[in-house]
C-alpha cells in the first residue's frame, strides 16, 4: 500500500504539478520555491498531517507532499539538464562549423587563379583580336598606298560627323525656303494661279539654285586632286557652279522686272521673261531686282561652298581614311574591353583577398565568443541545478517544520525527518574548453598565415595584371 501511495502520489504530481515555465537564459525553467510551495500547499498540508499525526513516527517513507515536491522540483532539475546539454549542442555546433581552412587555401591560390583567369579571358578573345588588327593593317595599307599615290601628307582627313552634316543642311535649307519665301512674293503678281503659282515657282527656282550649286560644289573638290586632269574638271565645275548660280540670279532679276508689267492673265510669264531676257534688255532696273539677284547668288555660293567642305577637300580621301578609323577604332574597343574585364577580374580578386582576411579575423572573434559563452553556460547550468537542490531542501525542510510544530504531543515525528532528500544524481555536461582552446590555436596560426600571405599575393595579382595588360600594347601600337 506504501509502494502504490507513492506512485499515486508521482503520477499526481506529474499531471497536476508544477509545469516547466522557460524564458530565462538558455531555455532554462523557472524555479520559483514560494510558487512552487503554494501550488503544493505545502504548508496547509503539513499541519493537517501533523495534526493527524501523520506520518508516523516508525514510517521511513516520505509523505505525499514530500513526493509532489520532489517530483516537482525533480522534474524543473531534469528540464534544466536538458536546457543545459541543448544550449552545450549549440554552442559545440557553432564552435565546429568554424575552419579557416578553405579560406586559408583559397587566399593561397587567388594568385595563380587570377593568372589562369587573365590567359583564359585573352585566349577566348586572342581570334576576335587577331582579325580585328589584320582588318586595321589592310585599311592602314590602303591609305598609305592611298596617299602615297596622291602625294598627300600623313595628316588625318576631315571627317566631318554627322551634327556638322546636320547643321550644313539645315543651312541649305533654310536659305532654300528663304529664297523661295523672297521670290515668291514678287512672281505672284503677275501669274495666273496668283501667290500658290508664284511659290511653286520660286520654290523650283530655290531648290535649282542650292541643289546644283551644292552638288557641283562637291565635284569642285577635283580641283585638289593630283590628276591633271581632274584637277582641271574640278576649276571646270567651280566656273559652272559660279556661272549657274549667276544665270538663276539674272532669271530670277527678269521674273521680277517682267512680271509685274503683265496685264493679260491668259499670257505665258514664262515665255515673256525669255523674250524679254534674250533682247538682252537690263533686268535691275529697281532695288528689288537687285536684292534678289544678290541673295539668289548668294545662296548659291554659300551652297558652292558647303558642298566643297562637305568632307574633306581631297576628292576620296575622307573615305579611305574613315574606313581605316573605323577599323582602328573597332580595334581599340575589343582591346579597351579586355582592360576592362581584366581590371573587373583584379578588382574582384583583391577584393575576394580583403574579403577572405576579414571573414577570418571575425570568424576568430566569433570563436572566442562561444568559447566565452561555454564557460557562462557551464555557471548557469550550475547555479540552476544548485537551486533546484535548494529549493528541494527548503520545502521539505518547511513541510517538516510546520508538520512538527503542530504534531500531539503522543506522536513523535519520524526520524527520518533528520534526513535530507536528495535527488538522483545526472551526468553533468561536459563544459570543458580544453579540445576548443586547442582548436583556437590552429585557426590562429591560419589567420596569421592568412595575413602573412595577403600583402604578396596582392602584389602577385597586381604584377600579373600588369603583365597581361602590356601583351595588348604592341598590337595597338604596331597600327
Given amino acids: 500500500m506504501s509502494f502504490l501511495r507513492k506512485l499515486l502520489a508521482a503520477l499526481k504530481a506529474f499531471l497536476f504539478g508544477e509545469r516547466v515555465e522557460t524564458g530565462e537564459e538558455g531555455g532554462f525553467p523557472k524555479i520559483d520555491p514560494e510558487k512552487i510551495k503554494a501550488d503544493l500547499r505545502v504548508l496547509e498540508n503539513a499541519r493537517a498531517h501533523g495534526a493527524s499525526g501523520i506520518p508516523d513516527a516508525r514510517d521511513t517513507r516520505l509523505t505525499e507532499t514530500e513526493l509532489q515536491i520532489m517530483g516537482t522540483v525533480g522534474k524543473l532539475r531534469a528540464a534544466t539538464f536538458k536546457s543545459g546539454e541543448r544550449w552545450l549542442k549549440q554552442i559545440q555546433a557553432r564552435l565546429d562549423s568554424i575552419d579557416l581552412t578553405q579560406e586559408t587555401n583559397h587566399t593561397v591560390q587567388l594568385g595563380e587563379e587570377f593568372v589562369r583567369k587573365a590567359d583564359s579571358i585573352l585566349s577566348q578573345a586572342d581570334a576576335e583580336l587577331q582579325d580585328e588588327a589584320r582588318t586595321t593593317r589592310a585599311q592602314k595599307e590602303i591609305l598609305d598606298r592611298f596617299r602615297s599615290e596622291n602625294k598627300l601628307p600623313d595628316t588625318p582627313a576631315k571627317l566631318a560627323g554627322w551634327t556638322d552634316h546636320a547643321t550644313k543642311v539645315g543651312v541649305l535649307v533654310l536659305c532654300c525656303a528663304l529664297e523661295a519665301f523672297a521670290n515668291s512674293t514678287f512672281f505672284a503678281g503677275g501669274m495666273q494661279g496668283g501667290l500658290l503659282a508664284g511659290l511653286m515657282l520660286a520654290g523650283l527656282l530655290a531648290v535649282a539654285n542650292i541643289v546644283g550649286c551644292f552638288f557641283v560644289g562637291r565635284l569642285f573638290t577635283n580641283k585638289n586632286h593630283v590628276n591633271s586632269g581632274r584637277k582641271t574638271l574640278g576649276w571646270v565645275c567651280g566656273l559652272f ?57 548668294i545662296f548659291g555660293l554659300l551652297a558652292l561652298h558647303h558642298g566643297y567642305a562637305w568632307q574633306d577637300r581631297y576628292p576620296g580621301y575622307s573615305k579611305v581614311y574613315g574606313a581605316y578609323v573605323d577599323s582602328y577604332q573597332s580595334m581599340v574597343e575589343v582591346i579597351d574591353r579586355l582592360r576592362e574585364e581584366l581590371e573587373l577580374e583584379k578588382q574582384t580578386t583583391l577584393a575576394q583577398i580583403d574579403e577572405n582576411v576579414k571573414k577570418a579575423k571575425q570568424a576568430i572573434k566569433r570563436f572566442k565568443s562561444n568559447m566565452n559563452e561555454k564557460s557562462v553556460a557551464e555557471k548557469k547550468v550550475t547555479e540552476h541545478l544548485v537551486l533546484a537542490d535548494n529549493t528541494i531542501l527548503a520545502l521539505t525542510q518547511a ?81
Fill in 241 to 297: 557652279g559660279v556661272t549657274w548660280t549667276l544665270l538663276v540670279g539674272c532669271f530670277v532679276a527678269y521674273c521680277r522686272h517682267v512680271m509685274p508689267q503683265i496685264d493679260d492673265e491668259t499670257a505665258n510669264q514664262l515665255q515673256l521673261v525669255w523674250e524679254s531676257a534674250s533682247s538682252l534688255v537690263s533686268p535691275f532696273s529697281d532695288f528689288e531686282s537687285i536684292g534678289l539677284f544678290v541673295v539668289t547668288v
Fill in 399 to 479: 513541510y517538516r517544520y510546520e508538520n512538527q510544530m503542530v504534531r500531539p504531543a503522543d506522536k513523535p515525528r519520524p526520524d527520518y525527518f533528520n534526513d535530507d532528500v536528495v535527488l538522483e544524481e545526472q551526468g553533468f555536461p561536459d563544459f570543458s574548453t580544453e579540445r576548443d582552446e586547442d582548436r583556437l590555436r590552429v585557426q590562429e596560426q591560419m589567420l596569421s598565415e592568412m595575413l602573412a600571405i595577403e600583402q604578396p599575393t596582392r602584389a602577385k595579382v597586381q604584377s600579373s595584371f600588369t603583365q597581361k595588360f602590356d601583351q595588348l600594347k604592341p598590337i595597338e601600337s604596331q597600327i
